[in-house]
């Protein structure tokens, strides 16, 4: 059974080039380390906001949430 890739046929379809950095450092062994922590981040968060019950904190721990995960996952400048 053939695997369902739909960033891959995404890509094909917009013709973007394999051979750009950005799609190249997601395919690095540092890449999937730091998405395996990201997701245990997010599972700790989730956790705390269930933990807490004010609206305003779990919109932001959402928010601190997403920017670390987004500052986590950047390329390393070379």
Same mark, same amino acid.
């Given at each position: 059974m053939a695997s369902f890739d739909l960033i891959n046929k995404i890509r094909r379809f917009y013709r973007v080039s394999e051979n750009t950095?950005? @799609?190249q450092w997601t395919r690095t062994k540092?890449? #999937?380390? #730091?998405?395996?922590?990201v997701k245990t981040g997010w599972i700790i968060s989730g956790i705390c906001?269930?933990? *807490?019950?004010? &609206?305003?904190a &779990? *919109?932001? @721990?959402?928010?601190?949430?997403?920017f670390m995960s987004f500052a986590f996952l950047e390329r390393d400048k070379d």
């Open positions: 950095p950005d @799609i540092t890449y #999937r380390k #730091r998405m395996e922590q906001m269930l933990a *807490v019950e004010n &609206v305003a &779990v *919109v932001g @721990i959402f928010f601190f949430s997403s």
